[in-house]
């Protein structure tokens, strides 16, 4: 009972004794990394005892601090809520987090810079627990930005590079354009609900009003990569994959979606807002499912599936299924980021080589990272059984079952198959058949900094879809009885993917490689959505905003309206009006002779 | 009317008839100018101190003022003129012709 609190603010301030330890002489120091590494075990091993009271007496905790201010009646304090999301959230990421901390001692061995990298990594992981333990919605605000920081500073680690900074860039923009939604909610709740607290916000919601969901759902949407604000997760691949594992895969593209899980109590009430997320996420799933089918970069074909997956999540909310896409979190983060590790590693191993047309033939090569792709592929299609299977399933199974929308559950059932075909896509052009590398490669996966984490991922990937579910307290009443062509659902569906991906590998294996058709360049340009919106509009905004400034506002309403209009119109009516020869002394002479004439008269003829 | 005023009369309407009829330049129409305005300033000082009426003393001066300025200005037009033309014969003001 006394441990919970001290164990979770152990846990926090064990993470930033680092970051306090950078000013010192030891920042410099080959033992830094392994230092941060072991102290992120220690958190997660810390982290386990408040989980599992949690899961004995499912006892929620509220820790309220510090009074940091009051402003009117608004009372701001340093609040962590613990509750069955952020006991349950803490240990995953804490886990993959030491994982990737300790694959990218040997991914980024020969960089410089390799304990700033860790320091980074780290700041990222306090700020995500911070966002994932807020009580109100400002200490959520903080943890929010905080990851869109490290987010940027981690895409363009290798600065020199120009598309790096432009990924970086893109990801801020993206980011805040979500970012005013949030902020709307944020005014709503102050001016409506006097609160900025979750306990207040829930307690107060009675006729509840779409406008704050309304804002919560942009936020979502662009920190989750949802369509309309997606380009930025495929670009973010530009930072190494330690990054692309640990951020946009498992812990910061979710952050979208965890906003919108916490705020399950008013969305379980507000139909449109659940009809809205749910065509928005099944419209991300299947689209960015058909962007991943024609790419060549292996670290962009997994980070659309992330987008795909997301989109699986935004739907199964849509669904006021909350708790099974929270579920679904926890277990995409295992095999997600396991996939970015081996790929990490085929990647290093082939010298740097990222394009799947250039890979071929690891099958023997690399056994161990076969077996944890393959396996990994495997979970993320929903091979029963395995982790993807307890969320992925019963997210089908809900939706297949549940009065709802049946378009965005036809292009969810699509996006399902579309899954196992680029996963098959991607197993058979790196591992199968001969090698398209040059020949010279050094290849080795003997050190052990690189096979323990993929096999402590490999295990979470098999087993903790198990020991998830079955150590989750439930929270809604699982679904027990329905026909047995709607359970087969997501299993036909993946397996028809299945067959169709490998019948056409095995018809087309050896045929010349054809003029791209128009299908696949939509596919291969991601719908030609970054190449318009990152053109178009800006360009039309530019030219308004000139036209409007120096067109309207200096040239004609300082300067035409008045001065050049009065000078115009003299012009022309002098020119009009006047009618003469210029013969002045006859007009002299008969001015003359006519005052003359009228002084007579008017003297002499009275 | 008195002799006095019969005279400066004369003067008036001899210079307003040198200034609508004259041959070919511009300066004697600026200078019968001047002389109308003289007499009738003439005119006005002898007319305001004949009949006692010294609170219009105001107005020949002030007609003085602006005889001044717009001295000035057609001095000014002359010179325009004696610029473009190199003379100021009348017949070259033809500009406004249609």
């Given at each position: 009972m006394n441990l919970f609190t001290s164990s979770i603010l152990l846990t926090l301030f064990m993470l930033t004794t680092p970051i306090m330890a950078s000013s010192t002489n030891f920042y410099k120091s080959n033992k830094y990394q392994h230092y941060v590494k072991n102290m992120t075990l220690l958190a997660f091993i810390i982290s386990l005892i408040p989980t599992t009271m949690f899961i004995h007496t499912n006892q929620e905790t509220l820790i309220s601090n510090w009074h940091w201010i009051t402003i009117h009646t608004l009372k701001l304090s340093l609040s962590f809520k613990m509750d069955y999301f952020s006991l349950m959230f803490m240990p995953v990421a804490l886990f993959i987090t030491w994982s990737i901390m300790e694959f990218s001692i040997w991914y980024m061995h020969s960089d410089p810079n390799i304990n700033q990298f860790f320091k980074y990594l780290l700041i990222f992981l306090i700020t995500m627990l911070i966002l994932t333990t807020a009580n109100n919605l400002f200490q959520l605000f903080i943890g929010w930005e905080g990851v869109g920081i490290m987010s940027f500073l981690l895409i363009g680690w290798w600065f020199g590079r120009s598309d790096a900074n432009t990924a970086a860039l893109q990801a801020i923009l993206y980011n805040r354009i979500g970012d005013i939604g949030f902020l709307l909610s944020m005014t709503w709740f102050l001016s409506n609900m006097n609160t900025w607290d979750l306990q207040q916000i829930f307690m107060l919601d009675q006729n509840s009003s779409n406008i704050p969901l309304m804002g919560l759902t942009p936020a979502a949407a662009g920190k989750s990569a949802q369509f309309g604000l997606h380009p930025w997760l495929p670009s973010a691949m530009e930072g190494p994959t330690p990054v692309s594992a640990l951020l946009h895969s498992s812990t910061m593209v979710v952050a979208g979606i965890f906003l919108l899980i916490r705020f399950y109590p008013l969305m379980e009430n507000n139909k449109p807002v659940q009809t809205m997320v749910l065509s928005l996420g099944a419209l991300t799933t299947l689209f960015t499912a058909i962007c991943a089918l024609t790419q060549n970069d292996i670290k962009k074909i997994i980070a659309f599936s992330t987008s795909s997956q997301l989109g699986l999540m935004m739907v199964t909310i849509g669904l006021n299924q909350p708790h099974l896409a929270f579920l679904h979190i926890c277990t995409h983060a295992f095999f997600k980021a396991m996939l970015f590790l081996c790929s990490g590693s085929i990647i290093h191993n082939l010298n740097n080589e990222q394009d799947i047309r250039k890979m071929g033939g690891l099958y023997k090569i690399l056994p161990f990272t076969t077996t944890a792709l393959i396996t990994g592929c495997l979970a993320l299609t929903g091979m029963p059984f395995l982790t993807g299977f307890y969320s992925k399933d019963l997210i089908i199974e809900a939706a297949t079952s549940s009065y709802t929308n049946a378009w965005a559950l036809l292009l969810t059932l699509i996006a399902t198959s579309l899954t196992a075909i680029y996963s098959t896509r991607i197993i058979s052009l790196t591992l199968l058949?001969?090698?398209?590398?040059?020949?010279?490669?050094?290849?080795?996966?003997?050190?052990?900094?690189?096979?323990?984490?993929?096999?402590?991922?490999?295990?979470?990937?098999?087993?903790?879809?198990?020991?998830?579910?079955?150590?989750?307290?439930?929270?809604?009443?699982?679904?027990m009885t329905m026909p047995l062509h709607l359970k087969l659902t997501a299993l036909m569906m993946t397996i028809l993917g299945f067959i169709l991906a490998f019948e056409i590998n095995t018809y087309s294996k050896n045929l010349k490689y054809p003029h791209p058709s128009n299908a696949t360049n939509f596919s291969t340009l991601l719908g030609y959505f970054p190449t318009i919106m990152h053109r178009l509009p800006p360009h039309l905004v530019l030219t308004m905003s000139q036209k409007l400034a120096t067109s309207m506002l200096d040239l004609t309403w300082t300067e035409a309206i008045l001065p050049k209009t009065t000078a115009y119109i003299q012009l022309k009516a002098s020119l009009l009006t006047s009618n003469q020869k210029g013969l002045i002394k006859l007009y002299f002479l008969s001015f003359l002779i006519t005052m003359t004439l009228t002084l007579l008269s008017f003297n002499y003829l009275e | 009317m008195s002799l006095v005023h019969i005279n400066i009369l004369m003067a008036f309407t001899m210079s307003l008839t040198g200034l609508l009829m004259y041959r070919s330049h511009l300066m004697s129409a600026l200078l019968c100018l001047e002389g109308m305005v003289l007499s009738l300033f003439i005119l006005a000082t002898l007319t305001i101190l004949n009949s006692h009426f010294t609170l219009a003393n105001m107005m020949p001066i002030i007609l003085l003022v602006f005889a001044a300025c717009e001295a000035a200005i057609g001095l000014a037009l002359l010179i325009m003129i004696s610029n473009t033309y190199g003379t100021d014969y009348v017949q070259n003001l033809n500009l406004l012709q249609c």
């Open positions: 058949e001969q090698p398209r590398f040059p020949p010279l490669m050094s290849i080795n996966e003997t050190n052990p900094l690189l096979i323990n984490p993929i096999k402590r991922l490999l295990i979470g990937s098999i087993f903790a879809g198990f020991i998830l579910s079955n150590n989750m307290p439930p929270m809604t009443t699982p679904l | -």
